[in-house]
């Protein structure tokens, strides 16, 4: 894409009322627009990274063999007073339509596809299955101070999981773990996010979550010195000692839920007569799981892990662009937009998304807006590298720049 027909402009300044990292970067940078306290609008370049992040996780969803759906926003209030939390879920944002009907916007989804599921299965033989989707969640969230780490309104990436008994549910939960670790990996936080014991429900003592460790977190988490179990603050007053290895000795770090697993057991099947037919002809309630992953959060934490005092660093696997190609002189540099456009082309037929900068600004503008943005690569061409038939390269964490030939560019950041 050429920079010049990108409508969304860096800004020079974050709104007034940003404090996180996350959120005044992305502003500036034009890739996020707050609308209202928790609210943002996603743009071009920002839209492209939830596109990365949500293709990464659905790829690790599909190997599980989960079958994507997209279940409504609007929630009929029934569904919500079936299970109480009409009352309970105290960050529900509740609706009125003309007709005086009220409705909740939908802040999970248990209380959806539970009886939606009942509706379609009825037999043993149609189990264990699993479904998910990637949608708008709504919450009405007290602290919502933290740019896309709590949003009023924030992507998800739920999965539901349907099985006879729980043996079944252990081991598909246990696959889940290990999809969510490869997942952090991918998008580069894997070193930082940690499994961690937190409150269970009522099917078992514990859940799980993934935490990614840094300041701009809202949990404590506390770590074992010897073994590493990972704990949240919530549960610890039932553990003095660590439940893993007995030792007493921890460290505290903060850290912000990026992912969650729970064994919900028959909690939401009874509500909703989530029954079925096992082999000896009895009904049975279907054991359930189900597993978050905030997919606007983890851009989010990606930011407050990578970004550094000029701007972005985006890991490749999620970056809008792999390439941020700069041409340098003004339009009358025939020569200089020749080479840029030859890059341009070829970079493009090889299928490696560049961001051209062929907007008519100085020199100095294009460097400092490459840094902000925080392409995994810089590309420049200028008169110099016209002569000598070359193209400057940079990493964005390193210093060094090195002059390569078109023909090898491909090869070196394909
Ligand atoms: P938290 O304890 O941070 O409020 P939660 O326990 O309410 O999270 P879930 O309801 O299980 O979280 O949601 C699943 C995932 O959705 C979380 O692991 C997190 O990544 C993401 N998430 C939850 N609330 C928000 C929010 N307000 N803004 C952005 N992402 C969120
Ligand atoms: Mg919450």
Known sequence: MRQSELFAKTVREAPRDEMSRNAIWLSRAGYVHKEMTGVYSYLPLGLRVIKKIEQIVREQMNQLGGQEVLLSALHPKDNWEKTGRWQTMTDLYKIEDESDRELALGATHEEIITPLVASHINSYQDLPFSVYQFQTKFRHELRAKSGLLRGREFMMKDLYSFHRDQADLDNFYKKVGESYREIFKTVGIGEQTIYTLAGGGTFSPYSHEFQTLTPAGEDQIHICAKCHLAINDEIIAKHPTCPECGSVKRTIQTGIEVGNTFKLGDKFSVPFGLNYRDTDGQMRPVIMGCYG????????????????????????????????????????????????????????????????????????????????LGLPYRLVVSARTVEKNLVEIKGRTVDEIKLISSQNLCALIG
């Not at 082309?345 to 460097?367: H, N, Q, S």
Request: no cysteine; hydrophobic share 50%; aromatic share 6%.
């Open 293 to 372: 992953l905030g997919i606007s959060r983890l851009m989010g934490a990606i930011v407050e892990i990578t970004a550094d005092e000029r701007g972005l660093v985006w890991p490749i696997t999620v970056a809008p662009f792999r390439a941020h190609l700069l041409s340098l002189g003004s339009d009358k540099d025939t020569a200089v937009l020749a080479q840029a456009e030859n890059i341009y082309k070829l970079l493009t037929e090889a299928g490696i998304e560049v961001l051209w900068d062929d907007r008519a600004v100085t020199t100095g503008v294009k460097f400092t807006e490459a840094d902000l």
